[in-house]
């Protein structure tokens, strides 16, 4: 008997393997990571980061050697867990539980960083997102997003696309359990589009398996 797919998202990266086991091994994408890392130091070199959905701190292990302070957030407490195992410097890296889409944190942020995060929220809800980050971070904080360009291969597939054109992949974990995951894929034009309106002396990095967006809140 087939089981029913789950939507629960933030179930489905509690229980699967990492980031660096599912996405990082990738030959074809490791020399696009390492300009995107290149890229985040000159970016955020001594700056005060809102991290969100930060997973188990990948992005945080790299933020930490170079920012003035991170405070690293995931709504997930098991993922956090995973993220605080690396023993970072505690006196530029704090963590805090929170939903992503509608952050609830406390202090003084310059930047804010999202690793492949933004293909997760809702086109309809963008704007609204962008809003609350820029009460976070103020006017012309800046903004540093990370994520993936689409491949053709089969982690791409597409399952459905709903009415508002979110597209959405089925992924299954090792229990044979299945969940449907929200996973929208951006052109630099599309992006330009979409984030214009709200962002400005914005710069897309498009890579052929990741893009890397900076901008100004406006």
């Not at 020399?31 to 809102?50: G, N, P, S, Y």
Request: hydrophobic letters at 40%; glycine letters at 4%; one cysteine or more.
């Amino acid at each position: 008997m087939i089981k029913p797919v789950n939507t629960d998202m933030a179930a489905y990266y509690a229980q699967r393997n990492n980031f660096d086991e599912e996405d990082v091994e990738n030959p074809d994408g490791m020399d696009a990571l390492d300009d995107i890392m290149e890229k985040l130091r000159d970016q955020l070199t001594d700056e005060h980061v809102l991290e969100l959905a930060c997973g188990d701190g990948y992005w945080t292990d790299e933020l930490a050697e170079y920012a003035a302070s991170v405070l690293a957030t995931d709504i997930n407490p098991t993922l956090l867990e995973q993220a605080e195992a690396r023993e970072l410097p505690e006196e530029v890296v704090q963590f805090a539980v929170t939903d992503a889409l509608d952050p609830q944190v406390e202090g003084e942020f310059t930047a804010c960083f999202a690793g492949f995060w933004w293909s997760h929220v809702k086109r309809q809800d963008q704007s609204e997102v962008i809003a609350r980050i820029r009460k976070i971070i103020g006017k012309d904080g800046l903004l540093v997003l990370v994520d993936n360009s689409q491949v053709d291969t089969e982690k791409t597939v597409i399952a459905r696309t709903d009415q508002e054109g979110n597209t959405y992949q089925i992924h299954a974990l090792p229990n044979g359990e299945r969940y449907e995951i929200l996973k929208n894929y951006y052109t630099s034009s599309t992006l330009r589009k979409r984030l214009g309106p709200l962002l400005k002396d914005m710069r897309i990095h498009y890579f052929e398996h990741y893009w890397m967006l900076t901008a100004r809140l406006r």
